[in-house]
């Protein structure tokens, strides 16, 4: 088709994800053990995991050339790496640390497809400053930084500040959800959150109650609402500011001066981009594994750095509810070609 052959000709988007790099234990379980409980595993399967490397994962299967730093355990780091390089991704700057853990995740999952984590940091909080510096010096405009919060903030301040430096975009997914104003990372030119990360960062922010000035798209609102042809495409359009969550998304946008997306599981997403405050449906599907659904919008959001906001909007968005169509983390992160043909 015709736009298969004018993505073809657009440079890919160089995508530098700095952070996390785990081993995912997933055990599937009928329903979560209380306190004091036990009980049998329907499965147990063990994958490459952690959002940093699942948003890499994701955003190399988008098309993206990506490289990832991070750090891993010398002894246990090998199947880690070897999965990134299957799907592409440079894994230089990853660092193999003698004498320590790679991070580990002990993902439970019910049979209603809710998930329950528990995170060890390992290698994770050790990623060298040196690491950073090294894959930074290559950057320039029209790359993108792509961080999360499961590595020190400093870490991801560091990259960030050297991404500002050499003109390139930073994208900052604040999941998990900080739990101290120390986790901030500012300098970020978007951020990435779901209703939870939202609701903390507002609060760390101080960023409750918007000023009225605010409360409105400033008339960029259009006069009609966009519609692409294909049946089943998610509408993507300006709302203005209407509901609680659209006031806390343009509350945090005013507060750190940068574009915001909230993610809101099957109901798609709001955005405050450029001044535009708008939703996005997600596509119904029937959801068995939402583990890496955030991890598949933020890659694919990532990568499709070039395209107008409405095509990555439904982008990320198909390629994160595909996600939660499959089983597992990686794995179920789907490849550009199976996006497209949704809406071909
Ligand atoms: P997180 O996993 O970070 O909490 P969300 O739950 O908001 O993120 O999900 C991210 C995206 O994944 C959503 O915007 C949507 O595109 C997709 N998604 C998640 N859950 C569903 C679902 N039940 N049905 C359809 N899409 C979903
Ligand atoms: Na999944």
Wanted: glycine fraction near 12%.
């Amino acid at each position: 088709s015709s736009s298969a052959a004018a993505d073809g000709d657009r440079r890919r988007t160089r995508v530098l994800v700095v952070g996390s790099v785990n081993i995912d234990d997933a055990v599937r379980v009928q329903r979560f053990p209380g306190p004091g409980e036990t009980v049998g595993a329907r499965s147990a399967d063990t994958a490459l995991g952690g959002k940093g490397a699942n948003q890499a994962v994701a955003a190399a299967r988008a098309g993206a050339e990506v490289r990832m730093v991070g750090a891993v355990g010398a002894g246990d780091g090998g199947p880690l790496l070897a999965a990134l390089d299957a799907d592409g991704v440079g894994t230089a700057g990853v660092a193999r640390l003698d004498g320590v853990p790679s991070g580990r995740a002990f993902v439970f999952i019910d049979d209603a497809a809710e998930n329950s984590i528990v995170v060890v940091a390992g290698a994770n909080r050790a990623i060298p400053d040196a690491a950073v510096q090294e894959a930074c010096r290559t950057l320039g405009p029209g790359d993108v930084v792509l961080l999360q919060n499961e590595v020190p903030a400093a870490t991801s301040r560091l990259a960030a500040g050297l991404a500002r430096e050499a003109g390139a975009a930073v994208v900052w997914n604040a999941a998990p959800a900080p739990e101290s104003s120390e986790e901030l990372v500012d300098g970020h030119d978007l951020l990435l959150v779901n209703e939870h990360e939202l609701g903390r960062l507002a609060t760390l922010l101080g960023a409750a109650d918007i000023p009225p000035a605010l409360n409105s798209n400033s008339g960029t609102r259009p006069a009609a609402v966009p519609r692409t042809g294909s049946e089943g495409t998610a509408p993507i359009r300006p709302t203005g500011i209407e509901t609680p969550v659209d006031r806390l998304v343009a509350a945090v946008a005013a507060a750190t001066g940068a574009d915001v997306i909230c993610t809101l599981g099957a109901e798609g997403a709001v955005y405050r981009v450029g001044g535009e405050t708008g939703r996005a449906a997600a596509r119904r599907v029937e959801a068995v594994d939402t583990t890496a659904a955030g991890d598949t919008f933020a890659g694919y959001f990532a990568a499709l750095a070039e395209l107008p906001l409405r095509e990555r909007l439904r982008r990320a968005l198909d390629a994160a509810s595909l996600a939660v169509t499959r089983p597992g983390a990686s794995a179920s992160i789907p490849h550009r070609d199976e996006v497209r043909r949704l809406n071909a």
